[in-house]
């Protein structure tokens, strides 16, 4: 019994040793993909292009709206001369079919409205999260050519977090920080105007942010 007892502590012994001297030989780096992500040029420039086509559907909203508000104005007239006891009641039945024909105008004008937004907030957020990806892919691909080439065993994004919003990565021993590096060769065709430092873009992730609704 105390044979095995003895050979089992030497077998556990042997693989703490293994495994102490592979973590001593590991090159590890973490690399802020958020921060990548937030200050690349071309996330900026996809978020201007966003935004313009946002304030494109924003403003035929408008011009919606505008429309359907002269006929509710038009329709407010209609019931206030309809109401007014000194109108014959000839003109009153003239005045309830305008009203009525303008009523379901209004009701199907705004009905196009919403679903235009539905539409095209629809295909904005689709385009936003595919051209988001590709530029996480196109990251993440430059992320895995400067390990291979600087031949890292393992590479960390220190901005990654678990399901519960806890960081992932808490710490790692002797681990060099690449982000700065990975920042320099994402930006180096940059338009000349441009400074990472001064964005607005949202944070990454898998899916990008869904636009908000434009109008009510």
């Known amino acids: 019994m105390n044979i095995t007892r003895n050979l089992f502590l030497v077998a556990i012994a042997a693989v703490t040793t293994s495994l102490a001297s592979a973590q001593d030989t590991l090159k590890i780096a973490t690399v802020d993909m958020q921060e990548l992500f937030r200050q690349y040029y071309k996330t900026n420039e996809a978020q201007q292009q966003i935004n313009v086509e946002r304030a494109r559907i924003q403003q035929d909203n408008n011009e919606r709206l505008s429309r359907i508000r002269e006929l509710e104005e038009s329709i407010g007239g209609l019931r206030r001369e309809i109401d007014d006891p000194s109108v014959a009641d000839s003109r009153k039945e003239a005045l309830f079919g305008d009203l009525q024909a303008q009523q379901q105008e209004a009701v199907h004008l705004d009905r196009e409205r919403r679903e235009f937004l539905q539409r095209r907030n629809q295909a904005l957020n689709e385009k936003m999260v595919q051209r988001m990806r590709g530029i996480l892919e196109e990251i993440r691909a430059?992320?895995?050519?400067q390990a291979r080439g600087d031949d890292y065993d393992f590479v960390f994004d220190s901005s990654g977090l678990s399901t519960s919003q806890v960081p992932?990565?808490?710490?790692?021993?002797?681990?060099?920080?690449?982000?700065g590096l990975l920042l320099e060769d994402l930006n180096r065709d940059a338009p000349e105007d441009f400074d990472p430092e001064d964005v607005d873009v949202p944070a990454a992730a898998p899916a990008a942010p869904a636009a908000p609704p434009a109008g009510p």
Do not use: F, G, S, W
Request: aromatic share 6%; hydrophobic share 45%; charged share 30%.
């Open 168 to 179: 992932v990565l808490l710490y790692t021993k002797d681990a060099t920080d690449i982000t």
């Open 142 to 145: 430059l992320v895995e050519e």
